[in-house]
Antibody, heavy 119, light 110 residues
Framework: EVHLVESGGGPVKPGGSLRLSCAAS????????MNWVRQVPGKGLEWVSS????????YYADSVKGRFTISRDNAKNSLFLQMDSLRAEDTAVYYC????????????WGQGTLVTVSS | QSVLTQPPSVSAAPGQKVTISCSVS????????LSWYQQLPGTAPKLLVY???KRPLGIPDRFSGTKSGTSGTLDISGLQTGDEADYYC???????????FGGGTKVTVL
């Protein structure tokens, strides 16, 4: 059974940095693209970033390009999101989501971790 | 720029059917493969449909997806109170190299 557990969320001041982690289990992590998706409380879903299995391809939403960096450690079955120059509008629940073969998008999701950017 | 447009809300009585539309405004809409997600209150999204009409293992056939031209739909038949949730369509935009979500549709069981 696929299991994704995010961590690293919390309060941070505008302009600050935070690093999110996602621990994956139940599938061969190194074979599949991984994603970060966020959701402002009470609002819709927004895709943030994707990374290919061997990190050759990384994609970002325009809203985070140049500020966020996605990475992964296949040896440790872990996904990361380094978030720099944080803004109030980055406040959201951040979900880690896998793409294990059900179509071209996220299939399994973690429970999310809340990031709050506020002075 | 691609956009997926969904109605904000739909409703029906228990046992009835609801249809949620997802309109694709993109020059490449014919190449879109839609996925549909259910998000129950306070929980993470769950994949219901992928590749326009396929269901992952364990998803009941009460949930069915279709796509024709620039529009996709998710039908929920035999509506149950447990189906009250937000539903999102999504697709990978090859021209933007980004995944896009619709704005979401709230399903209410009357």
């Amino acid at each position: 059974e696929v299991h994704l557990v995010e961590s690293g969320g919390g309060p941070v001041k505008p302009g600050g940095s935070l690093r999110l982690s996602c621990a994956a289990s139940g599938f061969t992590f190194s074979l599949f693209t991984m994603n970060w998706v966020r959701q402002v409380p009470g609002k819709g879903l927004e895709w943030v970033s994707s990374i290919s299995p061997r990190t050759t391809d990384r994609y970002y939403a325009d809203s985070v390009k140049g500020r966020f960096t996605i990475s992964r450690d296949n040896a440790k079955n872990s996904l990361f999101l380094q978030m720099d120059s944080l803004r109030a509008e980055d406040t959201a629940v951040y979900y880690c989501a896998s793409m294990t073969g059900y179509g071209y998008g996220p299939d399994y999701w973690g429970q999310g971790t809340l990031v709050t950017v506020s002075s | 720029q691609s956009v997926l447009t969904q109605p904000p809300s739909v409703s029906a009585a228990p046992g009835q059917k609801v249809t949620i539309s997802c309109s694709v405004s993109s020059p490449y809409s014919e190449n879109y493969f839609l996925s549909w997600y259910q998000q129950l209150p306070g929980t993470a999204p769950k994949l219901l449909v992928y590749d326009n009409h396929k269901r992952p293992l364990g998803i009941p056939d009460r949930f069915s997806g279709t796509k024709s031209g620039t529009s996709g739909t998710l039908d929920i038949s035999g509506l149950q109170t447990g189906d009250e949730a937000d539903y999102y369509c999504g697709a990978w935009d090859t021209s933007l190299n980004s995944w896009v979500f619709g704005g979401g549709t709230k399903v209410t069981v009357l």
